[in-house]
C-alpha cells in the first residue's frame, strides 16, 4: 500500500514570497490532515479535511495560509506571503475517517526555511 | 484549553535498562489517547490507541497505560533501534462526526550500547 506522499521535500524561500505544499493521501482515506512542526516542538493542526469539507480549521492563520483539497483527494497548502517564523516542517496525514480507532498516516513532510 | 505535557523532554538509557515517559492531559470529552514514534527527518509513526482509563496495549518492549489524567509509555529492556522521539496525543470530539488531535511536545529517547 502507497503511503501518504508530499512535496516538495525542502524549500527555502525569502520572507514576502510565496509558497505551496502538495499532499497525496493514501487511497480512499476520507479524512486528511495538515501539521506544522517547529523544531523542538509537537505537531501542531493547522486544518482538518473530511472529504471535501473543512471540519477544523482554528488554528489556521487565515490572513496568510489557505488549503484546498479538490474532489476529496489531493491537498494543497498555500502561504503567501511567508514570514520568519513560518520555517518548520509541514506534515500531511490521512486516515479512513476521524475517529480514534481510524489510524492516522502521516507523509515525510516538507520542511520549509524562510530566509 | 486542551494540554497535552511529555515528561521528560529527553532521556538517555543504556541498553537494557528500563524506564518510562509520560503523558499528562487535560481535555474534555476524550475520545482516545495516541502514541506516536518519530526518527528524525520522517513523519510520525503511529504505535497505540487507548480509549478509557485502566486499558493497556503492548507492543514488542514497549507497553502502554492510561488514567485518568495520564498516560506512561514503558520500556522494557531498550535497544538502541527504539532510540526516537516519542509523542503523545490526545483527541477531543469536535462534532458528532469528527475528533481534534493535540500533540505533546515528546520525550526524545537516546538508547546507548
Known amino acids: 500500500e502507497a503511503g501518504v506522499a508530499q512535496s516538495p521535500r525542502y524549500k527555502i524561500i525569502e520572507k514576502r514570497q510565496s509558497v505551496a505544499f502538495w499532499c497525496n493521501p493514501i487511497?480512499?482515506?476520507?479524512?486528511l490532515y495538515w501539521y506544522q512542526q517547529i523544531l523542538g516542538q509537537g505537531p501542531k493542526l493547522l486544518i482538518q479535511?473530511?472529504?471535501?469539507?473543512?471540519?477544523?480549521d482554528s488554528q489556521l492563520p487565515k490572513d496568510r495560509f489557505s488549503a484546498e483539497r479538490l474532489k476529496g483527494v489531493d491537498s494543497t497548502l498555500k502561504i503567501q506571503p511567508a514570514k520568519l517564523e513560518d520555517s518548520a516542517v509541514y506534515l500531511c496525514a490521512s486516515s479512513l475517517g476521524s475517529s480514534p480507532s481510524a489510524e492516522a498516516f502521516f507523509g515525510q513532510g516538507t520542511r520549509l526555511t524562510v530566509v | 484549553e486542551d494540554q497535552v505535557t511529555q515528561s521528560p523532554e529527553a532521556l538517555r538509557l543504556q541498553e537494557g535498562e528500563s524506564s518510562s515517559l509520560n503523558c499528562s492531559y487535560t481535555v474534555s470529552g476524550l475520545r482516545g489517547l495516541f502514541w506516536y514514534r518519530q526518527d528524525p527527518g520522517k513523519g510520525p509513526e503511529f504505535l497505540f490507541t487507548l480509549y478509557s482509563a485502566g486499558e493497556e496495549k503492548e507492543k514488542e518492549r514497549l507497553k502502554a497505560t492510561l488514567t485518568k489524567k495520564e498516560s506512561f509509555l514503558h520500556i522494557t529492556a531498550p535497544k538502541p533501534e527504539d532510540s526516537a522521539t516519542y509523542l503523545c496525543?490526545?483527541?477531543?470530539?469536535?462534532?458528532?462526526?469528527?475528533?481534534?488531535?493535540?500533540f505533546g511536545d515528546g520525550t526524545t529517547l537516546t538508547v546507548k550500547p
Open positions: 496525543a490526545v483527541q477531543e470530539q469536535v462534532n458528532t462526526n469528527a475528533g481534534k488531535s493535540t
Open positions: 487511497s480512499g482515506h476520507a479524512t
Open positions: 479535511f473530511q472529504n471535501n469539507g473543512v471540519v477544523d
